[in-house]
T-cell receptor, first 111, second 113 residues
Framework: GQNIDQPTEMTATEGAIVQINCTYQ??????LFWYQQHAGEAPTFLSY????GLEEKGRFSSFLSRSKGYSYLLLKELQMKDSASYLC????????????FGRGTSLIVHP | DGGITQSPKYLFRKEGQNVTLSCEQN?????MYWYRQDPGQGLRLIYY???????QKGDIAEGYSVSREKKESFPLTVTSAQKNPTAFYLC????????????FGPGTRLLVL
């Protein structure tokens, strides 16, 4: 099976930078996804990492270290609308290739 | 507009009743998925289908059933055997099973009366 660990909740100030970590233990790693989910809504795709390193996309960046089983999502210039749950999901090459989701990190941005 | 639709947004179930949640996509995606989300929990896979007339059990299939008679449609039935059905149900699709991105519908919240 897979073990995916994220902090349950984080708070940050508008305009600041926040880093949301995700650690995983799995065999046959085949990619890591980050999704954003506002309360009561569908998750929306943010990023996908399959190789080590940093992928930058506007205010959001995602980092992966396969040897450490570690990823983080970095949010810069935080806005109130960034208050949401952030889901880390890991895909493995054995079986269905369907990602397994972590419990999500609820981010609260305050003024 | 291409996308995934789910209906209804809210659904109430009486004890012992079967209910069916609708999921339709016009993205021409081959693969479709059903997830269940409980408070403080991640998404858990109920069933998935890679192609018409084929589907596979996910991690928590007991008490649920699906069909995939058309490429666009993947309805989920919550049967009376599912003893704790109250949850947020999300349908997703992707171009292929190994496609990078899953696209999610808006979800259906099921409540038991």
């Amino acid at each position: 099976g897979q073990n995916i660990d994220q902090p349950t909740e984080m708070t940050a100030t508008e305009g600041a930078i926040v880093q949301i970590n995700c650690t995983y233990q799995t065999s046959g790693f085949n990619g890591l996804f980050w999704y954003q989910q506002h309360a009561g809504e569908a998750p929306t795709f943010l990023s996908y990492n399959v190789l080590d390193g940093l992928e930058e996309k506007g205010r959001f960046s995602s980092f992966l270290s396969r040897s450490k089983g570690y990823s983080y999502l970095l949010l810069k210039e935080l806005q109130m609308k960034d208050s949401a749950s952030y889901l880390c999901a890991v895909r493995t090459s054995g079986g269905s290739y369907i990602p397994t989701f972590g419990r999500g990190t609820s981010l609260i941005v305050h003024p | 507009d291409g996308g995934i639709t789910q209906s209804p947004k809210y659904l109430f179930r009486k004890e012992g009743q079967n209910v069916t949640l609708s999921c339709e996509q016009n993205l021409n995606h081959d693969a479709m998925y059903w997830y269940r989300q409980d408070p403080g929990q991640g998404l858990r896979l109920i069933y998935y289908s890679q192609i018409v007339n084929d589907f596979q059990k996910g991690d928590i299939a007991e008490g649920y059933s699906v069909s995939r008679e058309k490429k666009e449609s993947f309805p989920l039935t919550v049967t009376s055997a599912q003893k704790n059905p109250t949850a947020f149900y999300l349908c997703a699709s992707s171009r292929r099973r190994s496609e990078e991105t899953q696209y999610f519908g808006p979800g259906t919240r099921l409540l038991v009366l």
